[in-house]
């Protein structure tokens, strides 16, 4: 079972790699067969070319990161994030990312909670 | 579909009546073949009778706040918490609920993501 410092580590770096539009770097913590619903109660992107296409979508208009610390159960993580877009009128999205992980600390599955009452503009 | 407004409130109710101990105002909270499961990678609790046993048993032991705001998703919302327990050796629990509801708004699932990592004496 991956560690809860492995799981922490993975959100650190998942959070850095859509922070820079590194796709690549993203769709490397995922497993073959991942699954991504984004937001919760979307259809979901499966496995690595959709989970690719989907990231590559967003690729540099956002950066995230952490609100408070990651919490870890089991092969499990969740944490609260703060989403900034870039661009012309920048927004706030409040989200919060679960994971699951396989044995070898590679994501099988993420689940991103938000929706258009947590958006606001940027101050 | 229930309001993200509803949801929020139910997460509101929730965390009172469990600091509260009162088991069957978080119970009401609950649709009657709900699942809890808590921590995540536990044995769930399935049904109205195994929820109520499960918060029996720990009912007045800890009291719970909301950290930030909570994330809301179709019918789902998240967030995360911090629970205090009560008793010679008081300790903060850093923990994360993810509950599903139905359409009549009552928490079809609840998940808890907290593990022994998140776990401190409190000041």
Redesign the interface.
Known sequence: MPS?DHIRAVFARYVDAVSRGDVEAVVALYAPDARVED????SPHVGAAAIRAFYAGSAGTVSLEL???V??????????MIARTRGATPMIV???D?MAFDDDGRITSMR???????IRPAD
């Open positions: 809860a937001p919760v109660g979307s609100e408070g610390h919490r870890v159960a089991g092969r499990e993580g969740a944490a609260a409040e989200t919060l679960a991103a909670y938000w929706g258009p009452d947590g």
